[in-house]
């Protein structure tokens, strides 16, 4: 699988994958990252890639014919890519959405605008729109990275065996169970006894219950759509109870 990112700081992009699992994956040939830069396609002397906004207001957009230029090239590399417009104005990005990109396996075109906003002739090039949040950034390269990050986790051989049976963590729509290593006390906090017990059922009956407390107190609207086993309401019922005599404490 390639990502490519249509931006005008390649030097982003190549440095925030020059790291860790991303840099391991891009060496092993798992996916391969391409960057196009639209000033590249200038004609001006100064390699304009903005100009003022039609209708008058502060501030700039970014000329059509650079980026437009971009996406050809990024087309003819990639003819199968899928377009993807980094824009606050995009469909929030959620973990069912990197499942579905992932699984489609096609290349990735990431338009990746700056400080101001894109022509919308360039945006209606895009095949979808995606943000990541609603708050505005200074632009669309950390965006179109945290897709890539979240999207090469499920591209067989980037994590390891142990770490890939993670994923159904987001997939159950719980957050996770705490977890804890030695040291056993920690400056007076100490690990749950249930976890040293060696009691398999019963540190698994403590997992999930924990799993769905932190869900409950932090993300009940989670709860609402979490594909929920027998037992969690029993577990759920305990955890309602026993919030009910911490606060009567
Ligand atoms: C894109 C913010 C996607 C959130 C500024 C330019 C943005 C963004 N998700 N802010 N692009």
Redesign the pocket.
Known sequence: MEFIFITLFPELIEQACGHSIIKRAVDAGLLSVYCVNPRDFTTDKHRTVDDTPCGGGVGMVLKPEPFSAAIAVAKKRSPQGLIVA???G?KTLCQKQVEKLAGQGQDLIFLC?HYEGFDERILEQADIK????D??????EL?ALVIMDAIARFIPGVLGKAASAEEESFSSSLLEYPQYTRPIDFEGAKVPDVLLSGNHAAIKRWRRKEGIRATYCFRPDLLAKANLEEGDGSLLLEIIEELKGKQNE
């Not at 995606?130 to 949040?133: E, L, N, T, V």
């Open positions: 980094l824009t606050p995009g605008g995606i943000s990541i949040g708050y505005v950034l200074t632009g669309g965006p």
